[in-house]
């Protein structure tokens, strides 16, 4: 377990890492010498642009929710459904299983989603005493698992597609859905513009090692 | 400095300097501070790669075009491919979702499996060309965008889930097309799971 901890960091030493070849340069060039990507040390306006993405998101997630996602016409009978008022549909008609993905893939996952990130930034912003390892783990399931919010709208685009039989059987988006989009976007964007090098250099100076001694 | 540069890496989260130590294979060394997976010893064949990358091109086309979704209700069938989906919410003015949905589950995935047969093929054939290589360069650049937008897995999940969801007030069967999907799926994953972009940067610091 024992790692030594009086780290060295690239920025010590005058190095940087590309951000998309990963190749390591002198820290002074502006540019990749391998992909001319734009290099920076550090990108300390990265926590700005995170909330700001994910302040849009937390707000758009309220009409994601409240507004339906889909509109259902059953022989001349219209239903409105809402992200829950569906899943709840799901569990009445005992589609556990299915119950259970929709709501992880819809409800859970954007606002664990955002929970996380919150947290995450936080942590950065006001220097809070959270266990970097943790928040750092927790981070990279955020980037895993937040994609598979996804599911919810190709499960609508398939069934808007099949379900047009006019009076009879038609279903169509709703506004919902619009916003549930936006949401995926912009916290996969916030959780994607993080310079996260930028945790491990704030904490460092106030707990270096009471987290993991 | 060019000699150090090869010895060491810098952790992508947290600007650890690390040591690269020689590694077994099917071992990954992470971060010791933060738990990023740092980097592995490739196991990147080219020809496996063109193998499976042929094969996912034999299947886009299919996967795209053939239902993959039936639905039976008083006697009338409505079908749907994966195309068709992605524009029917577009059609219905949710133009934002349809865009999502056609990104994610078709252009993306195009021009991912494109762009990594173009790789291959500049790299068993066209290293030589100056103007071959450029291009090789902006293929790996583009590369770990293409990768975040492909969603061929949340789709096969979904088939599922929408095939559920309609069970209830109609019969629903797969097409040959969920078939499709399936297999551009699986070899999708195999052909990702044996890529490794350290790797095809390689080939072109080589030929620098």
Redesign the interface.
């Known amino acids: 377990m024992s790692?030594?901890d009086n780290?060295?960091?690239?920025?010590?030493?005058g190095?940087?890492?590309c951000?998309?070849?990963?190749?390591?340069?002198?820290g002074k060039s502006s540019n990749c010498s391998?992909?001319?990507?734009p290099l920076k040390i550090r990108d300390y306006a990265s926590i700005q642009k995170s909330w700001a993405l994910l302040i849009t998101a937390a707000i758009l997630l309220i009409p994601a929710n409240i507004y339906p996602i889909t509109t259902l016409t059953?022989q001349g009978r219209v239903t409105q459904d809402t992200i829950f008022s569906g899943i709840a549909h799901?569990v009445k008609?005992d589609?556990i299983p299915?119950a259970i993905?929709?709501f992880t893939a819809s409800i859970l996952v954007p606002i664990l989603k955002i929970v996380g990130l919150t947290i995450y930034l936080s942590a950065i912003s006001f220097k809070l005493p959270i266990s970097?390892?943790k928040l750092?783990?927790g981070f990279?399931i955020i980037e895993w698992i937040g994609?598979?919010s996804?599911?919810d709208?190709?499960?609508?685009?398939?069934?808007?597609?099949?379900?047009?039989?006019g009076q009879?059987?038609d279903a169509?988006?709703a506004p919902a859905?619009?916003a549930f989009?936006?949401v995926?976007?912009l916290t996969q964007l916030a959780a994607k513009v993080i310079d996260?090098?930028l945790?491990?250099?704030r904490l460092e100076a106030k707990d270096d090692s009471s987290t993991?001694a | 400095m060019e000699a150090a540069d090869n010895s060491i890496t810098l952790c992508q989260s947290c600007d650890l300097v690390i040591r690269k130590r020689a590694l077994p294979t099917g071992v990954r060394a992470l971060c010791p501070r933060c738990h990023t997976p740092l980097y592995d010893t490739p196991y990147c064949s080219i020809n496996g790669m063109l193998a499976l990358c042929l094969t996912a091109v034999f299947f886009f086309a299919p996967a795209n075009l053939y239902p993959v979704l039936e639905l039976e209700f008083l006697g009338s069938i409505r079908t749907t491919t994966v195309l068709e989906g992605a524009l029917a919410v577009y059609q219905q003015g949710y133009w934002l979702v349809g865009v999502a949905v056609l990104v994610s589950a078709v252009l993306a995935p195009g021009l991912l499996l494109v762009s990594v047969l173009a790789q291959i093929l500049i790299i068993k054939f066209g290293l030589h060309s100056r103007k071959l290589k450029k291009t090789l360069k902006q293929l790996l650049k583009m590369q770990g965008l293409l990768t975040q937008l492909t969603m061929l897995e949340i789709y096969v999940i979904s088939f599922l889930v929408a095939a559920f969801n309609l069970a209830d007030f109609a019969t629903v069967s797969f097409g040959f097309g969920t078939f499709c999907f399936t297999m551009l799926f699986i070899m999708t994953l195999f052909l990702m799971r044996e890529y490794d972009l350290e790797h095809m940067w390689s080939f072109l610091d080589e030929h620098q």
């Open positions: 790692t030594n780290a060295t960091l690239g920025k010590d030493i190095l940087t890492s951000p998309t070849c990963h190749k390591v340069t002198c391998r992909c001319d990507s059953n799901l008609t589609m299915i993905i929709l970097k390892k750092m783990s990279h994609r598979w996804m599911l709208l190709f499960v609508i685009s398939l069934t808007v597609a099949v379900v047009n039989m009879l059987l169509k988006p859905a619009t989009a936006l995926i976007l996260t090098r945790l491990w250099d993991n």
